[in-house]
C-alpha cells in the first residue's frame, strides 16, 4: 500500500511581503513564515520597528529585510512591486481601527479606516498581483480580516464595513486569480492582544463583555495565528481559496 504524503508546510525558496510587520499580529506572521524558509519582506510606516523586527529574524536563523512604505500612498506602493522579484505570499495586514458610535464618526475618521483597511489593502492585492501574472508565480494572498467581517460589533461600524468588504473582495479576488494559480483566502481573529489592542482590555468591563463571547475563555494572542497563516501561505492548503479562516475560539459558533 501507497501511503499520500502530507502536504508541506514549509517555504523555502518562497518569498513573502508582510504589510503592518512592525508589531503585533504582522510581526508574529512574518516571524512564522521566516521560520519556514521564506524570505520576508517587513514593511511599515515607521521603519524603526520593522528594522528591529528584521533583525531579530535574522538573528533567529531567517531571512528577512526591512522597507519603509506608507501602504496609503498608492504611487509609493506601484513604484515599491515595480522595483522587486515577485512574492510568492502576501499578507495584507495593514489596519487602522477608530472604534466609535455610528453616530460619532465624521467624515476623516471614516476616510482614515476605509482608506487604509479597504482602499490600501485592494490595491497592495494589485501590485502584488501584477508583478506574480507578468512573471508567472504562483502563490498565496492571505487577507487579516477579523470576526467583526462575520458580525455586527458595538461601536464597530467603521470597522465592521471595512473588514465586510475584505470578505468580499477575497472571494472576487480568487475567482480572478484562479486562472493564474494564485490563491486568495482571509485570515478573520477574534479580539487578540497586542500593543495596539492591549489599552482596551485595561477597561475591566469592557474585557469581561469580550470573554463572554470568547467560548475558549481567553483573549487571542498572535500565535494563534501563526499556525493558520502557514496553513494558507503553503502547499497545505493548496485547494483552499476564496475562502475565511475564523480564529475566533467559538465566538460567532454561539
Sequence with gaps: ??????????????????????????????????????????????????????????????QAEAVRLDVSDLAKVESFFADRPAFHVLVNNAGTNRPKPMWEVSEADYDMV??????????????????????????????????????????????????????????????????????????????IETPMTKPFFEDKAFKASVLDKIKLGRIGAVEDLMGAALFLATDASAFVTGTSLIVDGGWTAD
Design 114 to 191: 476605509l482608506n487604509l483597511n479597504v482602499k490600501s489593502a485592494f490595491f497592495v492585492a494589485q501590485g502584488c498581483v501584477k508583478r506574480m501574472i507578468a512573471k508567472g508565480t504562483k502563490g498565496s494572498l492571505i487577507h487579516i480580516g477579523s470576526q467583526m467581517g462575520h458580525v455586527g460589533g458595538l461601536n464597530r461600524g467603521l470597522y465592521c464595513a471595512s473588514k465586510w468588504a475584505i470578505e468580499g473582495m477575497n472571494k472576487s479576488f480568487a475567482l480572478d486569480l484562479a486562472p493564474y494559480g494564485i490563491r486568495s483566502n482571509v485570515i478573520a481573529p477574534t479580539f
Design 1 to 62: 500500500m501507497v501511503l499520500p504524503n502530507t502536504p508541506s508546510f514549509r517555504l523555502d525558496g518562497h518569498r513573502a511581503l508582510v504589510t503592518g510587520a512592525g508589531r503585533g499580529i504582522g510581526l508574529a506572521l512574518a516571524a512564522a513564515l521566516a521560520e519556514a524558509g521564506a524570505a520576508v519582506c517587513l514593511v511599515a510606516r515607521t521603519a524603526t520597528e520593522i528594522e528591529a523586527g528584521a533583525a531579530a529574524i535574522r538573528e533567529a536563523g531567517g
